[in-house]
């Protein structure tokens, strides 16, 4: 009979192995065999207090490696776009763009983390978390180096290994929560990588 217990004991414990095993390959070939991603999402924003603060809704374009277009709509039209080289912010209702290198925003933003096509190891810890919320996959990120914008991230992956929701935890408590209604690899318009400024629009920053 204690045979028989054990038997079944490490049988279950492969088996939760196995489905952890193979919810991280899910994780790990997000990063590395899709190549552009482009749809809609919502973003809100959370106060200590557990209640919304903000929500914003927009659409994205993305490109690996390095290039992506993020519209903001009302109420705070923005539009983020990486060229690979640079990222132009450009803020609507203030007429200003900033630009900034690239690989100065990589270690200080935790979204900048789609556009690399490769696992997060290098920046994160990786844990799979037992929650299953959805009924997705959830990861929680936790950087290897202190961050002054963020602490953690978590991703909720679906059965087929989509991104399905990014939750972003800032040192002061609150949290970011992004859900996406996007499609992967599928052909996109380079154009739209592309960064022209306004006329008559201030800016701030030099492009490299």
């Known amino acids: 009979m204690k045979k028989l217990l054990l038997t079944l004991l490490l049988v279950s414990l492969a088996s939760v192995s196995y489905a952890e095993s193979d919810a991280r390959k899910k994780l790990n070939r997000f990063f590395t065999s899709v190549n552009t991603i482009q749809g809609s999402f919502v973003q809100q924003l959370y106060g200590k207090n557990g209640r919304i603060k903000e929500t914003v809704r927009g659409h994205l374009v993305l490109q690996r490696p390095g290039k992506f277009r993020w519209v903001y709509k009302q109420p705070d039209p923005q539009q983020i776009v990486s060229d690979g080289k640079n990222i132009w912010m450009y803020d609507l209702d203030l007429d200003q763009v900033t630009v900034k290198p690239l690989r100065s925003m990589v270690a200080s933003s935790p979204a900048i983390i789609l556009i690399q096509r490769s696992v997060p190891d290098s920046q994160f810890k990786v844990t799979e978390m037992e929650d299953k919320t959805s009924g997705w996959d959830w990861f929680y990120l936790k950087?290897?180096?202190?961050?002054?914008?963020?602490?953690?991230?978590q991703m909720g992956m679906d059965s087929k290994g989509n991104l399905k929701q990014m939750v972003l935890y800032d040192k002061v408590g609150q949290k970011t929560v992004i859900t996406f209604s996007t499609s992967s690899n599928r052909p996109v318009n380079v154009k739209q990588f592309r960064f022209s400024v306004p006329s008559g629009v201030d800016v701030i920053g030099t492009p490299i």
Do not use: L, M, T, V
């Open 143 to 153: 950087p290897h180096r202190k961050q002054d914008d963020f602490k953690a991230i």
